[in-house]
């Protein structure tokens, strides 16, 4: 840390992280990046499972100094009585425990939640697991693809003569993340702004952060019994809207989301005919001839190199973009003004990129202090430091393979 560099809005925030691989540890990790101290809790010798995922660089994993910036690790194997009286001694100067272990798992070692609140009445614990705490499906395994399967995400993706899409990355685990650590500062603001507040846990499934955006799905099946089949882009909310080439050969993405939106639209193709004709003149009759206005759209696109294109919308106001490859990010002026990518230090691969703070606080930004750390990097300082331990006590831990 840099002399005189702000901490972020969530400095004195000491968070224990127990979880495992992204969704849980994305949260903590977003907590970390405004500030809050955090301790990775890992197995010994084997450590989170994220640290055996690729990409790697040699035998360098490249998700892991992202995924795990911004906190201190500790290995602790929580099967010792002898680490269960250490997490307890952290419970005691911490904030907030993060966990992902199957539900009723840390009951069973006696460091479940209730177990815990006796060291500290003021602990929060933020709990994610696949299908929630509570429920017939609570017992089972949970990971993010199943879970946005899970969710109705998945049948919504596709083209109907094909199989439903999944993700191509672990978009639900992220999406659950983000609700972590907005729930973990709603329960510290619940705890230290009201005369009464106090800790408490969260019970959060991995399907439910994504069904929680769903409200459009709910509604129209709720109100029109419908049951809404999958396809490519926004069909059956927005016309036109979709994935067009350009003359050159490039992908864009355009949408027109309101009638004010398209009436730009058509004024920009010369079209402003279509504004008077009853196929076209509305959101709602647009929709029900998606596929001619869609080919209209298609065919002026394609007269047009895609600068021109993108220029010509954004002097009419249209929604349009490019669809970058992660190349397009990496030259992209906007992204490099705004931080978007940022050189970190790395100590054995020197300088690396990553993702940078989002979002931008104008008086307490975040920051990023360390890259993932190796495991057990912190033992020594956490324990030693923080709980006071000798050194001596220090060392047998070490040989009882506790930590």
């Known amino acids: 840390m840099k002399p005189g560099q702000n901490l972020g809005p969530l400095r004195g925030i000491r968070i224990l992280d127990l979880s495992t691989m992204i969704a849980a540890p994305f949260g903590a990790t977003l907590l970390g990046d405004f500030g809050a101290e955090v301790i990775k809790v890992e197995m010994p010798e084997k450590g989170d499972s994220l640290r055996d995922m690729g990409p790697f ?6 998700r892991w100094p992202g995924m795990a910036r911004n906190k201190k690790s500790l290995t602790l194997d929580l099967h010792h009585e002898e680490a269960k009286e250490i ?18 798992t840390l009951e069973k070692w006696n460091i479940g939640y209730e177990d815990l609140k006796k060291e500290n009445k003021n ?55 983000i609700y972590v650590a907005f729930a973990t500062a709603a329960a510290l603001y619940y705890r230290d702004a009201n005369e009464h507040g106090t800790g408490q846990y969260v019970d959060l499934g991995l399907y439910e952060s994504v069904f929680r955006m769903m409200e459009f799905l709910v509604a129209e099946y709720d ?23 350009t003359k050159d050969g490039h992908w864009v993405v355009l949408v027109t989301s309101s009638d004010r939106t398209f009436e730009r639209l ?6 402003e005919d279509m504004l008077e004709d009853e ?17 209209i759209v298609a065919d002026w696109v394609k007269t047009i190199n895609r600068k021109e294109l993108i220029e010509l919308l ?34 054995r691969l020197g300088k690396i990129k990553m993702p940078g703070i989002v979002p931008k606080f104008s008086e307490t930004p975040g920051s990023i202090r360390n890259v993932g750390p190796d495991l ?3 033992n020594e300082e956490i324990l030693c430091e923080l709980l006071q331990l000798s050194k001596d006590e220090f060392n047998k831990l070490k040989e009882n393979h506790v930590i």
């Open 266 to 271: 058509a004024k920009a193709m010369n079209r």
């Open 279 to 295: 196929r076209f003149f509305t959101n709602s009759v647009r929709l029900k001839h998606f596929d001619l206005t869609n080919g």
């Open 223 to 245: 109100q029109n019994g419908t049951v809404k089949e999958r396809s490519a882009g926004l069909s059956g909310h927005s016309s036109p809207a979709g994935t067009f080439m």
């Open 57 to 62: 660089h040699g035998k360098e994993p490249l």
């Open 314 to 347: 954004d002097e009419h106001g249209v929604p349009v973009s490019p669809i970058y490859n992660i190349k397009d990010i990496f030259e992209d002026e906007h992204y490099r003004e705004r931080e978007n990518i940022v050189e970190v230090s790395h100590p």
């Open 87 to 104: 997490l307890k001694k952290l419970v005691k100067v911490s904030d907030v425990i993060i966990e992902n272990f199957r539900p009723g």
């Open 123 to 177: 602990l929060i614990m933020v709990r994610v697991t696949g299908y929630g705490q509570t429920g017939p499906n609570s017992y089972k395994a949970g990971f993010g693809t199943p879970a946005t399967a899970y969710s109705g995400f998945t049948y919504l993706h596709g083209f109907q003569d094909r199989p439903p899409i999944s993700p191509a990355f672990s978009l639900t685990d992220y999406i659950t993340g």
């Open 376 to 378: 057990g990097e912190h």
